[in-house]
């Protein structure tokens, strides 16, 4: 298990997961990381540990550098367990007499998370240092990015920023750096962490990124270190550049029709609406439940203006992964969408309406009333899907979708 020098001394200690498939719903398709970093100095600092089954990995990295009981003090960014299930573990080896430095929620989260566990918890907060010998660390409270014990720790003597989850993406690589991965990949990974994991917290994302600008820090940072994915050493500003226009989540011309079907009659309406939405003008996105996970769609409704969905009934009720789909991107409070409702039936008819309710109480705008058909259409019979495309175009910006946010 070999560590990755990120600067004379600084290394990566962290621990690779090609295996994991699913992140608490989100679909983790490329894998993940859990990033650690070993600072080399008068006083030898672990920042951030790593998820408790990957301790072994993370110790056996430390241990090419340094005898792991050397480590003088450890700096907990995020409690969340990812990042902190292997610090008991860790502590053990390394003696629990020596100090764990984490927010005041850190604290208090990670006393409650390991309760037989007695570390020597010492709390930071915002304008605080700590010396390392040569350099140092100023801490940067980051509350609600994303929880609420969350900080930054930034290293002025050599530009490093500790970001914990923040500029992180799930992506299990060989290569530590984004400059060795294409844009392509790297762009898209980024994305679907930004519309998976922290759109629920873009106001005190944008109120923190102005904060780091308007203090003259973000000209001083030289390497972004986060707690997953890339370390980024080449395209900070395009990744910071590309989290503020994210989070305003600006509506886009680009529409994601999603639909799951029974006896493919919603699939044909799915189809006939994203052909009428193509010839308004309108990047459409045609994406089937059975073949697209709930994440992956997610991630492309997140840069999009509209969302159309279609379910067949069933039992009285939506399909069960439309619902689910529903549920996940009620929970991801997106702004800023128009939207639709359609689908078919043999019976009693209940889904789409059901949709246009739920729909309404994400507070998007809809511009037309659900439409619903009994047993199979002919195209002669789908004229009102050809008006809500239209409605929809509409209602959307005239400017085509950027190239750069299709990655």
Known sequence: MEPVKVLDSVYWVGALDFDVRDFHGYRTSAGSTYNAYL????????????KAPFAS???????????PKKIDQVVSNHAEMDHSSALPQVMDIIGREKPVYTSKVGEKTLKAQFRDTDL????????????????????LETRMVHWPDSMFSFCPELGILYSQDAFGMHLASSRRFDDEVARNVWGYEAL?????????YTTPIGKLLETVSSSGLLSKIKIICPDHGLIWRHNLGEIVGLYSRWINQK????????????????????????????TENVLVKLMSLKA????????????????????????????????????????????????????????????PKLIQAALTEMKYQLPVPE????????ESELEPLRQMAKAVAAALPQELVPADFNF
């Not at 679907?192 to 629920?200: C, D, G, H, Q």
């Not at 992956?296 to 619902?323: F, Q, R």
């Not at 439409?371 to 002919?378: H, K, S």
Request: proline letters at 3%; hydrophobic letters at 40%.
């Open 39 to 50: 600072v080399m100095d008068e006083k030898i600092t672990l920042i951030d540990t790593v």
């Open 57 to 67: 990995e993370l110790l056996s990295r430390v241990a090419k550098i340094v005898d």
């Open 120 to 139: 020597n918890y010492k709390v930071v907060g915002t304008g605080d240092t700590l010396s390392l010998g040569r350099t140092s660390l100023q801490f």
């Open 192 to 200: 679907k962490y930004v519309a998976n994991i922290l759109t629920p």
């Open 251 to 278: 509506p886009t011309r680009k529409a994601v029709v999603v639909y799951d079907s029974m006896w493919k009659t919603t699939e044909k309406m799915a189809a006939h609406l994203a052909d009428a939405l193509s």
């Open 292 to 351: 697209n996970h709930r994440s992956d769609v997610a991630t492309e409704l997140y840069d999009a203006g509209a969302v159309l969905v279609g379910s067949p009934t069933i039992n009285n009720e939506i399909y069960p992964s439309v619902a689910d789909l529903l549920c996940y991107v009620r929970g991801l409070k997106y702004k800023n969408k128009v939207a639709g409702a359609f689908g078919s039936y043999g019976w009693s008819g209940e889904a």
């Open 371 to 378: 439409f619903r058909f009994q047993w199979v259409p002919v």
